[in-house]
């Protein structure tokens, strides 16, 4: 069974950073791109970030470019996302996701889906 | 970037009766290296992760009911239920993939008459 468990979550004041963590079971995480995905509360999903399984391809939303960076640890199957400059619409459940890309050219759809970690950023 | 447009925001529709969804690119999602569109489905219910539904627009994934079908191409797309079921109440969304990006659709919330 994938699993898919967010870290990291919490209430960060305006132009300030977190860093969200993912930990990864149940599949051969360093066979598989993996995906940020958030909510705002009562919106829709936005797609937010993909790495490939290699690490070297790296996609970003417009809305969190230059700002959010994803990177991965394929020796201890985590996915982490670096967030600075937090603003208040950045405001959501931050869900880590497995695309289907088995290779280097996500993104694909998306298979797996954690539960979330909330952040909000508000002073 | 793609844009992503479903229609309508929300629909109700009876128990049995059949429930369908559009999705509308801003651009063609059909690749012509390999001729497939790159377009999936999602049923979103509150308090659960999403649940992949249809993958290159009309793929139904493993374990989805037969009552879900899909179809379309380049920018038009349509999600339909045949028969809804009281658990199908959800939020239903379509992404695309197409690219170095992806982008979902706003949400089309589907509830019983």
């Known amino acids: 069974e994938v699993l898919l468990l967010e870290s990291g979550g919490g209430l960060v004041q305006p132009g300030g950073s977190l860093r969200l963590s993912c930990a990864a079971s149940?599949?051969?995480?360093?066979?598989?791109?993996m995906t940020w995905v958030r909510q705002a509360p009562g919106k829709g999903l936005e797609w937010v970030a993909v790495m490939s399984v290699s690490g070297d391809r790296t996609y970003y939303a417009d809305s969190v470019k230059g700002r959010f960076t994803i990177s991965r640890d394929n020796s201890k199957s985590t996915l982490f996302l670096q967030m600075n400059n937090l603003r208040a619409e950045d405001t959501a459940v931050y869900s880590c996701?497995?695309?289907?890309?088995?290779?280097?050219?996500?993104?694909?759809?998306?298979?797996?889906w954690g539960q979330g970690t909330l952040v909000t950023v508000s002073s | 970037d793609i844009v992503m447009t479903q229609s309508p925001d929300s629909l109700a529709v009876s128990l049995g009766e059949r429930a369908t969804i559009n999705c509308k690119s801003s651009q063609s999602l059909l690749s012509s290296s390999n001729n497939k569109n790159y377009l999936a489905w999602y049923q979103h219910k509150p308090g659960q992760p999403p649940k992949l539904l249809i993958y290159w627009a009309s793929t139904r994934e493993s374990g989805v009911p037969d009552r879900f079908s899909a179809s379309g191409s380049g920018t038009d797309f349509s999600l339909t239920i045949s028969s809804l079921q009281a658990e199908d109440v959800a939020v239903y969304y379509c992404?695309?993939?197409?690219?170095?990006?992806?982008?979902f659709g706003q949400g089309t919330k589907v509830e019983v008459k």
């Open positions: 992404q695309h993939y197409y690219g170095t990006a992806s982008t």
């Open positions: 149940g599949f051969t995480f360093s066979s598989s791109a």
């Open positions: 996701a497995r695309d289907a890309s088995r290779g280097d050219y996500p993104p694909y759809w998306i298979d797996s």
